[in-house]
Every structure is written in C-alpha cells, then in structure tokens.
C-alpha cells in the first residue's frame, strides 16, 4: 500500500514567510509524527499526534512553529516568520498506533533564503 | 536535543565480511528500532524490538535489546554492496511515545 507522503518534497522561501509543510500518513494509522533532521544526523523529534489529538508538542523549537491535524488524517507543519536557522529536512512519520513502529515519509527540504 | 550514542560512527569494510553497530543510553527504553537510510531517501524500519533481552532477525540483520533496556546492537552478515548507508538507532522511553535517534553509523562496503 502507499507509504507516508509529504508535499511540497523542496521549498524555498525568503526569510520572514510563512511556509505550510503537509504529511499524507499511511491510511489507517493512528499516530502522526513530525520530526526535523539536520544533515548527518538522526530525526529529532518536533510533534506528535494522536488521531486529531495534539499529544506531545515539546519539541517545537519556539511558537513560531505549530501543528494540526483536524480530521486526524493529513498534518500541517506550519512555521511562522521564517529565519535561515529553520533550514532542514522536516520528516513526517506514521504508526499504526503509538505502540508500533514509525514508518517514515521522504520528507520536505526547506531551504529559507 | 537528546540523541543516543551510538557507535562506530563509521566503518568501511569489505564485501562479504560482518558488521556490529552498537547504541547506548542513560535511559532505560522500552522499544529499540532500527533504520537504516539512504542518501535522499526517508529512514526505512528494519528491526523493531520491544522486549528486554529479545534477540530478532530480518535476514542477513540480528538485532538485541540489551538485558539493561538502555543498549542495542544491529549485526550484519556477509555485507554485499547496497547495504551502504547510514544506520540509526532509535528508541522510545517509558510514558512517552516519540523516538530519540542516534547519532548514526556510516557504512561504506567495498567490493
């Protein structure tokens, strides 16, 4: 079956935009996860859900970063007022439940300018 | 933010030979996974453990949850060219559910 999605894969953006990060997590699965990783290391963990359930927030790095999942399907990572420090590769992953395995999504590279 | 140590950091071996990759923790874990990742690409599960002391395979990988909860190694047998890549370790801690990574083992196989 299909994997865990995320659009757009690349994003540019100049410094002070808003950008909209989407995850498609694999269908039926009820845990959601979003992670960042810098090159040469492993995913750090940002947020998780649980159905539309916001569980667990404490790795967002400041307010300017949020998250939802309304329908407790699709996810949208939302970064405010971009800075160049928000450069990274932002992971989405997913788990049948939140006992299970996480799958992983290939990710969106944002690249702020 | 908090990784795991995970080492070595990198290995070159040849094809054919074996390879261990251990990681370590303060913390005690109550799950230990294992992916693997290549350049460009998402990391891809390999071995999921879930108990203390379980010892599970996927082919030509082995992996443990060390006795402790705060270690696990991944073995790979007669290493073969498309197993280069980076390695990560990654667990989950008691009354939580998101993942804490390691640092990652760089494997490079020559033929």
């Known amino acids: 079956g299909a994997g865990v999605s995320q659009s757009p894969r690349y994003k540019v953006t100049k410094r002070g935009q808003d950008v909209a990060l989407r995850c498609d997590p694999i269908s039926g699965h009820v845990s959601l996860y979003w992670y960042r990783q810098a090159l040469g290391q492993g995913p750090e963990f940002l947020t998780y859900f649980n159905y539309e359930a916001q569980q667990d927030k404490s790795g967002l790095p400041n307010d300017r970063f949020s998250a939802e999942r309304p329908e407790g399907s699709i996810s949208t990572l939302t970064i405010q007022r971009t800075e160049q420090r928000d450069s990274a590769m932002y992971r989405c992953?997913?788990?049948?439940?939140?006992?299970?395995?996480?799958?992983f999504g290939p990710g969106t590279r944002l690249t702020v300018t | 933010g908090q990784q795991l140590n995970q080492s070595p950091q990198s290995m070159f071996i040849q094809e054919g030979e074996d390879v261990s990759m251990n990681c370590t923790s303060s913390?005690?874990?109550?799950?230990w996974l294992w992916y693997k990742q290549d350049p460009g690409e998402g990391p891809v599960l390999l071995i999921a453990l879930y108990k203390a002391g379980e010892l599970t395979s996927n082919g030509r990988l082995t992996a443990q949850f060390g006795i402790t909860r705060k270690d696990s190694f991944l073995n790979i047998s007669a290493s073969i060219p498309s197993d280069v890549g980076i390695y990560f370790c990654a667990g989950q801690l008691d009354n939580t559910d998101k993942l804490i990574f390691g640092t990652g083992t760089r494997l490079q196989v020559f033929p």
């Open positions: 992953a997913s788990s049948f439940n939140p006992t299970y395995e996480q799958y």
């Open positions: 913390s005690i874990f109550n799950t």
